[in-house]
């Protein structure tokens, strides 16, 4: 129990040795499960809980503590943040965990928590802790429809749960704003919070209106004071605006290197003509590192081989990771080689069910590429170019 400001505490966990998150996110360092508990001169919260995997540490954490446990706050039902509950209204009978209705919902079809412990709160809703005060401010699809943040007024500390979180580990509490901080927060933008782009905007405006001291997150660090909170919300502005930039991904895979030498053509011929390249070989990355490159390309180009009469698998996947993560890309184009026949791009184009963007003329060769091939990419790199914001 470590003390973050008078009277909040943080009772989180670092798990170190996770590798996935919701059996699709790889993680690169483990992630955090952060709980926060206000002493009030009269009753104690928690906010937010455990993931279940460790609920037993950590109520033995808070029985240690010496403390009896009031109010549950639950800002989000996601087990990771609210796997504890089951097990810690057994140990504090009389607590009431207090969350939206959405969450109310979920905690009883998910967790089975009795509905005669929930207190349903609205938007503005407040509790009293004696010396300090609980309001609830409903932020459904971020990023979930169930979330909500609360905020200590006494204190001006925001707890937004998975908003500003990062899968991060290197820290004691507080934000070190570190290289490896900003790429972890990134990254856990891209894959999390990014298909909820709009409403992230919407929150983060919220946010800085709000001019608070304090953001505590469920995943990673605390950004506590003035410079801190500017840290993180200042990389939020950067990622949930509406612009592109120049860059480009050319995400490829090849089976016996025609597409590779396609793809590494084309991205050349990008980057002299001043365009950020990301080269991405397929069969290496990882849905992080694809989804980190998203946040800000204007555009992807898929090069792939020809497996069984359709583009191999591992590619039309990356289509879909940019589908489903509502990717801010303007255009796209497919690019490979194949031996005998079939259809290269129409399970790529297939897969853009949500995003619509401009599609460019493909670039299929039989075999190896030959001059009229490496032509034809130049046409293409120089579509593509027009298409980039200005520099």
């Known amino acids: 129990m470590k003390e973050i400001v008078n009277g909040v505490f943080y009772c989180g966990y670092r798990d170190k040795e996770r590798q996935v998150f919701d059996q699709l996110v790889p993680l690169t360092q483990g992630t955090s499960y952060n709980s926060y508990l206000i002493k009030g001169s009269e009753k104690t919260a928690l906010i937010d809980t455990m993931y279940a995997k460790f609920d037993d540490a950590y109520i033995k954490n808070i029985v240690d503590f010496g403390v009896n446990i009031d109010v549950i706050v639950s800002n989000h039902a996601e087990p990771d943040h609210s796997g504890a509950i089951p097990k810690l209204l057994k140990v504090f009978p009389n607590a009431r965990v207090m969350c939206s209705q959405k969450c109310a919902d979920n905690l009883e079809n998910m967790l089975h928590v009795d509905r005669t412990y929930i207190d349903v709160v609205n938007d503005g809703d407040s509790i009293s802790l004696g010396n300090k005060t609980l309001q609830f401010i409903m932020a459904p699809w971020v990023h979930w ?166 583009p191999h698998p591992k590619t039309p996947y990356v289509a879909m990771l940019a589908n489903i993560l509502r990717a801010k890309i303007k255009f796209y184009a497919v690019i490979g080689s194949f031996g005998w026949g079939g259809n290269l791009s129409g399970v790529i184009d297939s897969a853009f069910s949500i995003i619509k963007p401009k599609k460019f003329a493909d670039v299929i060769v039989k075999g190896r590429a030959k001059s009229e091939d490496f032509s034809a990419l130049d046409e293409l790199a120089e579509n593509i170019i027009k298409e980039l914001p200005t520099k």
């Open 145 to 310: 429809p169930d979330t909500m943040f609360t905020f200590c007024k006494e204190d001006n500390a925001l707890f937004t749960c998975d908003f500003f979180g990062a899968h991060y580990t290197n820290f004691d509490i507080f934000a070190d704003k570190s290289a490896d901080l900003v790429k972890s927060a990134e990254r856990y933008y891209a894959e999390i919070m990014m298909p909820f782009r709009n409403f992230c905007v919407k929150y983060l405006a919220k946010v800085l209106q709000m001019n608070v001291d304090l953001i505590l997150p469920s995943h990673g660090p605390v950004y506590k004071g003035s410079e801190d909170v500017k840290f993180i919300t200042d990389l939020y502005s950067k990622w949930t605006s509406p612009d592109v930039s120049r860059k480009v991904i050319v995400a490829y895979i090849s089976m016996y290197d025609s597409s590779k030498v396609m793809s590494e053509y084309l991205a050349e011929k990008l980057r002299k003509a001043s365009v950020d390249v990301a080269l991405v070989d397929i069969s290496e990355a990882d849905e992080g590192e694809i989804a980190e490159q998203l946040i800000d390309a204007a555009g992807i180009v898929f090069g792939t081989s020809m497996v069984l009469a359709g």
